[in-house]
């Protein structure tokens, strides 16, 4: 079993397969190698999300993908990062879905960057995605609230 050391209290974590030491927001901790949590419970999203997400953060406008990931971090509060290694081929999915579409341009930095714009069918796949989201959130909220005994 692999260990996280976070708030200088070292923790188990039995989802790191590749990981990377890095320093972010005063505490260390250890980086799994995918999309996760930044909290003391780390723990993956639940698949089908990070597409979600993305689209989401790309509906706000064309960006490339370094700011994407920026932008869902600060979002959240810095509570998900996305990794190259699984931001990257998940655009490539979305483009060749059709749900994206990419065009060269400049960026902020002055480098040439793909940025990733939603297609028509990304904004109608993203509103679905939505949709089916919300549907699951407030079904999960049910089941917690009569397990702890709020609703019969």
Same mark, same amino acid.
């Given at each position: 079993?692999?260990?996280?050391?976070?708030?200088? &209290?070292?923790?188990?974590?039995d989802?790191?397969? =590749?990981?990377?030491?890095?320093? /972010?927001?005063g505490? @260390?901790y250890?980086?799994?190698?995918?999309?996760?949590m930044?909290?003391?419970?780390?723990?993956? @999203?639940?698949?089908?999300?990070?597409?979600?997400?993305?689209?989401? +953060?790309?509906a706000?406008?064309?960006?490339?993908?370094?700011? !994407?990931?920026?932008?869902?971090?600060? !979002?959240s509060?810095?509570a998900?990062? +996305? *990794?190259?290694?699984? $931001?990257?081929p998940?655009?490539? *999915? @979305?483009?060749?879905?059709?749900?994206l579409?990419?065009g060269?341009r400049?960026?902020? &930095?002055?480098r040439?960057? *793909?940025?990733y714009?939603?297609?028509?069918?990304?904004?109608? /796949? =993203?509103? *679905?995605?939505?949709?089916?989201?919300r549907? $699951?959130?407030? /079904? +999960?909220? $049910?089941?917690?609230r009569? /397990?702890?005994?709020? +609703?019969?």
């Open positions: 079993m692999a260990v996280g050391i976070l708030n200088d &209290t070292i923790q188990p974590c989802w790191v397969t =590749l990981f990377t030491s890095t320093y /972010a927001s505490s @260390l250890v980086e799994a190698d995918s999309i996760h930044t909290t003391a419970r780390k723990s993956d @999203l639940p698949q089908g999300t990070l597409d979600l997400l993305l689209l989401t +953060v790309i706000g406008g064309p960006q490339h993908g370094y700011a !994407i990931a920026q932008r869902l971090q600060q !979002i509060r810095e998900i990062q +996305v *990794r190259q290694g699984s $931001l990257y998940a655009l490539h *999915r @979305l483009e060749n879905r059709g749900l579409s990419t060269w400049r960026s902020e &930095t002055g040439q960057a *793909r940025y714009s939603l297609t028509r069918k990304g904004v109608a /796949a =993203l509103e *679905r995605e939505r949709s089916s989201w549907q $699951l959130a407030k /079904a +999960v909220s $049910l089941v917690l009569t /397990a702890e005994g709020g +609703v019969s």
